[in-house]
């Protein structure tokens, strides 16, 4: 059964203060890893795709990347705006179907 | 461009009532998924689609009915709500892997409580 595992669970930073995600996945065969973006009372806003071990995508203050096992959302000097739920899923081509994590809570305070 | 659209918005159901949740999509998106969303247990898969007439299990499909007459839209029912159906249900879709850019996008959500 694929399993995708987010931590910390929550986070606070202070402004400028850069952190890391991480997303740890068990999947039998990986099509991709996706990040996504949650405000409270929103739906998901995509952020990234990653496919393959040793990618890096990049995106204003947000740059994520991919091991065999695991995904980083690394966060440099993050700004209140960037205060919301990140969610990492991941794409096995089992049906197509998106497997979540959690989420991690992050909040970036002044 | 509207993107995923679910209707309604909010709702508040008496137990045993029955209602149905539309998703519209207008990207011509071949796959459509319910998810139901509940704190601590991230975003669980209710049932999915991958093309116009079709329907299958997710994770939690108990409770719960899809139909999906028209490939723009797919409808996800309850017949006898249940307190532990209180949720918040997104829908969303992606397009055909075989022609890239595999995202799922998402709608608004439906804020559902069951007393």
């Known amino acids: 059964e694929d399993q995708v595992t987010q931590s910390p669970e929550a986070l606070r930073l202070q402004e400028g203060e850069s952190s890391s995600l991480n997303c740890s996945y068990t999947v039998s065969g990986l099509r991709g890893l996706f990040w996504y973006r949650q405000d409270p009372g929103k739906g998901p806003e995509f952020l990234f795709t990653l496919y393959s071990a040793g990618e890096e995508k990049e995106k204003e203050r947000l740059k994520a990347t991919l091991t065999k096992k695991e995904s980083f959302l690394h966060i440099t000097a993050p700004k209140p705006e960037d205060s919301a739920t990140y969610l990492c899923a991941v794409d096995t081509g089992t049906a197509s179907k998106l497997t979540f994590g959690t989420g991690t809570r992050l909040q970036v305070t002044l | 461009n509207a993107g995923v659209t679910q209707t309604p918005k909010f709702r508040v159901l008496k137990t045993g009532q029955s209602m149905t949740l539309l998703c519209a999509q207008d990207?011509?998106?071949?796959?459509m998924y319910w998810y139901r969303q509940d704190p601590g247990m991230g975003l669980r898969l209710i049932h999915y689609s991958v093309g116009e007439g079709t329907t299958a299990k997710g994770e939690v499909p108990d409770g719960y009915n899809v139909s999906r007459l028209k490939k723009q839209n797919f409808l996800l029912g309850l017949e006898s709500a249940a307190p532990s159906q209180t949720s918040v249900y997104f829908c969303?879709?992606?397009?055909?892997?075989?022609?890239?850019?595999?995202?799922?996008?998402f709608g608004q959500g439906t804020r559902l409580t069951v007393v």
């Open positions: 969303a879709s992606r397009r055909n892997l075989k022609t890239g850019n595999t995202e799922a996008f």
């Open positions: 990207m011509n998106h071949e796959y």
